[in-house]
Structure formats: C-alpha cells, structure tokens
C-alpha cells in the first residue's frame, strides 16, 4: 500500500469524491492539477476499489481487474509507462485445454468452441436481422436457433467476461464495448492503480451515508462527520447506489436513478489455490477449462505456485453461499479431478475473491439488460450541476462510453467527470 498523506480534520473543499477505485483517484488528480480543494472519501481501508493485488501462499494475485483491455487506447497504458511499470502482452484467448469429467478433449474439440466463438462474434456485430429479432435482444435469444456450440460460447461469454447468466445480457451494450488486444501487469493491477493515489488527500474507512445537494452545493455524511463542498463526484459502484446505501437529498432526478436501477452488477469470481512448487506436469502458463465445472482455470500466472479459477453468473452465485472454504474445497475438487488426488496433498493456502458479499462492490462489475445500453451514457449526465456520477459504469458516457465495465473506463469516467466539475465550478 503507498503511502497515503494523512488527512485528519474534513476541512470543506471545492469538490468531495466519494470513492478512491480507478475513477475517484483520475477524478482526484486532475481536480488537483486544476488546483481546487478536493477532499477523497473512501470507505474501505484501501484504495484501488475493484483493482486490488491480494495474495495467497504468499504468491501475489488480482483479487478484480487483472487484464489492460483494448490496450491501444487504453489509458493505464501511458500511466504505467509514467510510473515505469512492466506490461506485457497477454498470450491470447482461447489456447487452452478442454477436460470432461476429467478426460482430456482432443484439439479437434478446441477447434469447434473456436468456430462457435466465431459465430457468436459475427451475431453480436450484425446490424442486420432476418429473423426478427430486437438489435437489443438478450445474449441467449441471440443464439436461440444456433447449433449447441453457438450457445455453449454465448454462456462462455456471458458468464466468464460479463459475469453474468447470457438471459440477461442485452447484446446492444455488448456491441457499444470495446475490443482489443490485452495487457498483462505482473507486479499487479491493483498495485498499479494504488499507486495512482500517492499525494492525493484520501481519508480511508470514512462511508459515506447521506448527500444532501443543491444549487449551492452538497453536504456530505459520512462516518468522519459532515463535510460542504461546492460539488460531489460519486463513484461508488452501481449496485451500492442501487442498494441506496448512500441517500440523496432532495431525491435523484427520475433519468439517474433509472440509470442506477437499470444496469446491474455481474458476478465474476475469483478462486485461488496456492501449492507447495508441485506443477503436476503443467507448463506456466496454461489455461484449463473444465467443461461443466463453471470454472476456467489459469495455471501458474508469472510462473507463481497459484492457480486461479474464475467462475461467473449462477454458478457463482451458488458457489460462493458456502463461504470460502467451501468454495476452495469445490475448485480443488475440479483441479484434482484433472491433476489426481495428489493436490489436495500439494495444497498450501486458498482464496476467495467474491465481491457480491462486498458491501462496497456489491457484484464485480456493471451489465446493461436488454434495453438498458443507454443507461451508462444517462448516468453520465450532471445532476444540478452540482453532482456528478462516474465510474465503470459510465465510462465518462458519449463516445468513451465503451469503455464500459474496464479499468480503463472508470479512469476515462473520472476525467470526465473532473472536467465537467471544473467547468460548473468556473462558470
Ligand atoms: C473479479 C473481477 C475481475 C475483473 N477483471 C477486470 C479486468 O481484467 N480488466 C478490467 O479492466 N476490469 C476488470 N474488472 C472491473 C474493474 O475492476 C472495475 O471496472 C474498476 O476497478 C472499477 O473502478 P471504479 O472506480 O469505477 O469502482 P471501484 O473500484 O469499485 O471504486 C469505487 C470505490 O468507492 C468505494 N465506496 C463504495 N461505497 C462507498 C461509500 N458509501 N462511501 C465511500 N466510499 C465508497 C469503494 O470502496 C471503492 O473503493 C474486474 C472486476 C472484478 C470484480
């Protein structure tokens, strides 16, 4: 954890940003670069938010985000080159080996999920439809009447990048995002996003209960007492607003809270599992995919003894109501139905990275249903001038708003942001 300056008494500042994930701290750093007082207030007892590097067995992992999308225009790139931390390129999707009940699947196999990821791609993009299908119908309707290997990509797709079940994924939010080659941070891409908030004036453990806004500014509640500034940016994630862990005062105009009500929050999830050196005859890396298990499975990422499962959608759901023990205990089972019972000998230490029972996250990451790709860009938009909402799920709204659900866009979101209360501030 950098070292965060010490911010004791709430003094009243020009604008409070409640949040210190990826967008509160570029919200953060351009306001002071601006030279307004700005106040972060923070409830957990760490900054990064959704970024954030844990460990298991000693080996370090991404807890949240670990993967720089669309990394040609994704901001992280040019702010980890500034800060002189290593990116490398990801080896790609879709290499990895396929097992049933343990059985290996031969490349002939690989190569079929492949053509129906094909298809899947060629149905998101097109424009035309002659089966009479909504443009914004949900990610299963989409593949309604495709062979089984169509659907079984949907449900991939879905449930290991969005985080969610394919019945409830609009496809129009899914063309509107953006595409690209991938990065890797070895040291962290939590580590790299804390160490955004060095210098910046953060108080930790401070939730923030209650916004009281008006013309003339906003009064803000939170466990270090009331704080005035003259505009709030808000970035708590959408599932905490909708949750109304945070009241506002007068109530959010009708347009934002639809925007709050009508994304939702994914649930991608992380399981750990740290051994004693043993590979079991797996080179690093490699990626496993167990069919039938909910789990896709990376084998020893920057040669670290770790492997990580990441599991989406109803199956995390089910997963994680047994808690962490029984959530390593269900994916050793999977790894040692492949690798053979010596792994639960090999096994030193386990983790589970569930971030729907996270009352500061409340699901992993935002999803427009069916009709709701609009949503991001409506939240997006000032509320009296005087509050303004950025993070993931905006992704700064217009056209950035692509960036939807990354990293990258919270950051782009948190600029805009920055930009628009500046703006309101001077005018
Ligand atoms: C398992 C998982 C895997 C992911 N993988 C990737 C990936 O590979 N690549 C990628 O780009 N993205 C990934 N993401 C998404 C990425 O982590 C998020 O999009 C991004 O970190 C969101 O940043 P943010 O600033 O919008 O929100 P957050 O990081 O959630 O920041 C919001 C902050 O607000 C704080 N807060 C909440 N409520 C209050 C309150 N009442 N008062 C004060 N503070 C409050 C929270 O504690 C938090 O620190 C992943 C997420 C998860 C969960």
Not at 152 to 157: G, N, P, S, V
Not at 402 to 414: F, K, N
Request: hydrophobic share 45%; charged share 20%; net charge negative.
């Amino acid at each position: 954890m950098p070292a965060l300056r010490r911010t004791d008494a709430l003094a009243d500042c020009d604008v409070v940003v409640i949040g210190a994930g990826a967008a509160g701290l570029a919200a953060a750093r351009d306001l002071v670069a601006a030279g307004l007082r700005v106040q972060v207030l923070e409830a957990r007892d760490r900054v990064g938010g959704r970024a954030f590097t844990d460990s298991c067995g000693g080996a370090l992992f991404d807890a949240g985000a670990a993967y720089v999308h669309y990394a040609d225009r994704n901001p992280w790139v040019e702010i980890a080159a500034e800060l002189g931390v290593s990116l490398l390129e990801h080896r790609g999707w879709g290499a990895g080996v396929h097992f049933r009940d343990g059985e290996r699947l031969p490349e002939v196999f690989r190569r079929e999920r492949q053509r129906g990821a094909g298809r899947l791609w060629e149905l998101i993009y097109e424009t035309e439809d002659d089966r009479g299908r909504s443009p914004d119908c949900s990610l299963l309707d989409l593949v309604r009447d495709e062979p089984d290997g169509v659907l079984q990509a949907a449900l991939r797709y879905g449930r290991q990048a969005i985080g969610e079940d394919p019945e409830r994924v609009g496809v129009a939010d899914l063309r509107q995002l953006w595409e690209g080659p991938d990065r890797t941070v070895p040291s962290g891409y939590g580590a790299l996003v804390s160490a955004t908030a060095v210098g910046l004036p953060i108080r930790l453990g401070t939730p923030v209960s209650r916004i009281a806004w008006s013309a003339g500014g906003v009064r803000v509640e939170s466990g270090a007492g009331v704080l005035s500034a003259r505009a709030a940016i808000v970035t708590a994630p959408v599932g905490v607003l909708a949750a109304a862990a945070i009241a506002f005062e007068p109530a959010l105009p009708a347009s934002t809270l639809d925007a709050i009500h009508g994304l939702r929050m994914g649930a991608l999830t992380k399981v750990v599992l740290a051994f004693d050196g043993e590979r079991f005859g797996w080179p690093s890396p490699s990626d496993l995919y167990p069919l039938g298990s909910g789990f896709n499975l990376e084998l020893w990422p920057f040669d670290r003894d770790i492997v990580i499962g990441t599991i989406g959608g109803t199956p995390a759901r089910d997963l994680v109501r047994d808690g962490e023990a029984g959530a390593v205990a269900a994916m050793l089972d999977v790894f040692a139905g492949i690798v053979g019972s010596d792994a639960r000998k090999r096994l030193r230490a386990g983790r589970l990275a569930d971030w729907t029972a996270q009352p500061y996250s409340q699901g992993s990451y935002s999803y427009a249903p069916p009709g709701a790709a609009g949503l991001r860009d409506a939240l997006a938009r000032p509320v009296g001038e005087r509050l303004f909402f950025a993070g993931e799920a905006t992704s700064g709204g217009g056209d950035t708003v692509g960036g939807g659900m990354t990293v990258g866009g919270a950051t782009l979101a948190g600029r805009a942001a920055a930009r628009q209360a500046v703006a309101a501030l001077r005018a």
